[in-house]
């Protein structure tokens, strides 16, 4: 028996567990399908290129998706501790002040939000308005060196994109080098950040190859969960409360297999009803993203990681490729007239990537990717099976919305603008994959044959439809959800940063702590 029993150790997760074990008076468990942390991989930035489809990665793939030439598109998505923040690209955005402020939640808007964002934040650049330092979370700097991605950069200036040093901080639009989840060259997951420095309190039990099948309910009051460890069956009891962070998939997935969901599915699935909600697994959002890539003759890529001259730099100072999180730089940009706030974001990877990863550079080369910030498109998480061991069946349905197309078509423009400036020529050299012309039908074939899911699903579980403004799951007891799953639409830039926010202010209201205030905060434009 625990007093709280926590299912998922990723970034959520390890959040929930650090903070509710500081009071040594609870008992905290917290359940993790994969491995402990251990490969090299997962904590030298650049190694993250090796974990896709190994047994750190859930290996999730979208079922066919009709606006993007019907290809089934992966999903990587971490199964460890750390969960994606082992296997992400280390971006550090919180997002928009619209995005929170949008979403209308009691408690949740931005300046809800800001002071968890400066708690979580160890910000090398040291504190200030905008920045936190001293809490958990390490955020520093590029240390790669690469010269093609602060060239994307100045090609954005010279386009008319302002230069930002900070998408942070007063503004979010303009071009710049992403700040990231890192310590001196090495990876800070959340596990790095929050859970390892909190695995010695007797209060915590961290338990990894523990894959969660359902929720035990007595009535409607969850009381623990059912799992499989090692293909041994467990039953873990929960005093005060079970909290699924499993995130955006397997959240909804759990919900399903207890029989919390839409009534009809669960059915089909020969999954005994408990509470009939039609919006558990409804509403996913991701940012869709399409990319082009060109080939140089400039010796200037990641693919210098192959020459033992990288990992001896490595080795020795923690810089170089082997520090890269490949997504190096990019920006925030508005293609849609009189938009309010940036719709559009870039990533940047000087590498010459070959058939979406799968095949191997063939020479110098840089990855450009515009992504559609604020897709109106909403797809679904549903069950495949009553098999707990079964993945779930995930539908983005992109382009679904008529506004979304438009929008992604003007942001490959802007991207081919950009990438023709006399700062990214030497590096543009030759088109690799991009499209066919310049016509809207050739830029719609080119998305429709390149986009998939940057990787930033949220909505499955969202607060005001399944889960309340404290994200207790409405109509039932003892059982919350905190994680990207519960945000009603997806935020103005990569994910990470906002779930740890949201775990933080959600540890606070589990234990009954008022909240932070907002003490200045300040806004982001």
Request: proline content about 8%; some cysteine; hydrophobic content about 40%.
């Amino acid at each position: 028996m625990y007093d709280y029993v926590i299912v998922g150790a990723g970034s959520a997760g390890c959040v929930l567990a650090a903070r509710l074990s500081e009071d040594p008076d609870v008992s905290v468990l917290l359940l993790e399908a994969g491995p402990p942390d251990v490969k090299e991989n997962i904590h030298v930035p650049l190694g993250y290129l090796k974990l896709a489809r190994t047994e750190v990665d859930w290996d999730y793939c979208t079922a066919p998706e009709a606006n993007c030439d019907g290809r089934r598109l992966p999903l990587p998505r971490g199964k460890v501790l750390g969960g994606s923040s082992s296997i992400n690209a280390m971006i550090y955005i919180r997002g928009n002040r619209a995005d929170y402020d949008g979403w209308g939640a009691p408690g949740w808007g931005w300046d809800d939000l800001f002071p968890y964002f400066l708690k979580a934040e160890d910000n090398e650049r040291g504190a200030s308005p905008w920045h936190g330092a001293g809490g958990p979370l390490p955020v520093s700097d590029q240390r790669s060196g690469n010269a093609i991605a602060p060239a994307f950069v100045d090609a954005a200036v010279e386009a008319g994109l302002p230069r930002n040093d900070d998408f942070n901080a007063e503004a979010q639009d303009g071009a710049g080098m992403y700040q990231v989840t890192q310590r001196g060259g090495m990876r800070a997951s959340a596990a790095v950040a929050y859970l390892h420095p909190a695995m010695e309190r007797p209060n915590l039990t961290v338990m990894p190859y523990m894959q969660v099948g359902r929720v035990i309910f007595d009535g409607t009051r969850a009381v623990g969960v059912e799992a499989t460890q090692l293909g041994q069956p467990r039953e873990l009891r929960a005093e005060r409360e079970v909290i699924l962070s499993a995130g955006t998939y397997n959240s909804p997935q759990l919900l399903m297999l207890s029989g919390v969901g839409p009534a009809e599915h669960l059915a089909l699935r020969e999954v005994e009803l408990l509470l009939d909600q039609p919006a558990v697994g409804a509403n996913l959002s991701d940012h869709a993203a399409s990319f082009a890539v060109w080939t140089t003759p400039e010796p200037e890529s990641l693919l210098l990681a192959l020459e033992p001259a990288a990992l001896e730099e490595f080795t020795a100072t923690q810089t170089g490729p082997f520090a890269s999180n490949l997504a190096e730089s990019g920006g925030f940009a508005r293609v849609e007239p009189g938009a309010g706030a940036p719709d559009t974001q870039f990533h940047v990877a000087p590498v010459h990537i070959v058939e979406e990863g799968m095949g191997d550079p063939q020479a110098h080369g840089v990855w450009v990717s515009p992504c559609l910030l604020t897709p109106a498109s909403r797809g679904s998480v549903q069950l495949a099976s009553n098999d707990p061991s079964a993945k779930p069946v995930v539908r983005n349905s992109f382009f679904t919305a008529e506004e979304d197309m438009p929008r992604m078509t003007a942001a490959v423009r802007l991207m081919q603008e950009v990438c023709a400036q006399p700062a990214m020529l030497p590096y543009c050299a030759d088109p690799f994959t991009g499209p066919a012309g310049e016509s809207e039908e050739d830029l719609r074939a080119h998305v429709a044959a390149t986009t998939f899911p940057i990787y930033h699903p949220v909505g499955t579980c969202a607060i005001g439809s399944v889960v309340d403004d404290g994200l207790r799951v409405q109509g039932l007891s003892g059982i919350r959800v905190v994680d990207a799953s519960v945000m009603p639409s997806v935020p103005r830039g990569n994910t990470n940063a906002p779930v740890i926010a949201i775990a933080e202010r959600a540890a606070d209201l589990i234990r009954g702590a008022a909240p932070l205030g907002v003490s200045g905060a300040q806004q982001v434009a």
